[in-house]
Nanobody, 125 residues
């Protein structure tokens, strides 16, 4: 069964950058779309970005356009979320998830059956 582990979280100042990784074990990522989600304290979890098996990116939150970049390296079983120009409102626990079938869903959480446990991002002003 596919297992996902996020890493790369930490504390940065406003305007800084972080690169999060989502690494899979138990199966390859070749047939999975990878979604990234976040949950800030006191708020509901929201979809951020998703990347299909053909490297097509779907953006679920307009506020990350031009600042966040999603990629994948299936040989390394890893997806990368590059976050630049970070803002305090980006602070959250970030999760990756996988959807079998390759295409990113229009609704962020649809068919995301495999989840990591998250990595925390803190952005100070």
């Amino acid at each position: 069964q596919l297992q996902l582990v996020e890493s790369g979280g930490g504390a940065v100042q406003t305007g800084g950058s972080l690169r999060l990784s989502c690494t899979a074990s138990g199966d390859t990522l070749d047939y999975f779309a990878i979604g990234w989600f976040r949950q800030a304290p006191g708020k509901e979890r929201e979809g951020v970005l998703c990347i299909s098996t053909t490297d097509r990116t779907t953006i679920y939150v307009d506020s990350v356009k031009g600042r966040f970049t999603l990629s994948r390296d299936d040989a390394k079983r890893t997806s990368y979320l590059q976050m630049d120009s970070l803002k305090p409102e980006d602070a959250a626990v970030y999760y990756c998830a996988a959807s079998y079938g390759g295409q990113c869903p229009m609704r962020p959480f649809y068919d995301m059956k495999y989840w990591g446990k998250g990595t925390e991002v803190t952005v100070s002003s």
